[in-house]
C-alpha cells in the first residue's frame, strides 16, 4: 500500500493551539487530532490545506511553515503527515466533521488522546 499524503494544520492562536476530536463513525474515532486531511492528486500541500480546513471549520487561514513530517502506518492505514504552523485569517470555527474542538495550551496536551502521529509532533511544538 502506497502511503498517502495528509496536510496537518497546527493552528496557534495567543498560547493556545486547536485541536479537533474524530468524528465517533471514523477510523479513531474520538480521539484527538490537529485539523486537516488527504491532499488530493494535482493539490499543493498548502492548497489541500486551505481546502480540507475551510470544509471542516469553515474557516480560511494562513499558512505560516511547515514544522515537520511524521510517517504513521498500521493495518487500517499508511499515512506520512505534514504538519504546518497556521492562524486563523477569517471566519468562525464551525465544527462540520469533528465531535467537538479545544483550545489547549501546550504543556497540557499530555491530557488529551491524541491519534498516534499527531501524539509525536506535540512534542516538537
Known sequence: MKPTDVVAAIIKKENAYLIVQRNR???LGFKWEFPGGK?????????????EIHEEL?????IHEKLAEEKYKDSEINIVLHYFLCSIKDGTIKLNEHEAMAWVDKKNFGKYDFVEGDK???SLI
Request: net charge negative.
Open 120 to 122: 509525536n509532533i506535540t
Open 39 to 51: 491532499v488530493e492528486p494535482n493539490e499543493t500541500f498548502q492548497e489541500a490545506l486551505s481546502r
Open 58 to 62: 469553515n474557516i480560511d487561514i494562513n
Open 25 to 27: 463513525n471514523k477510523y
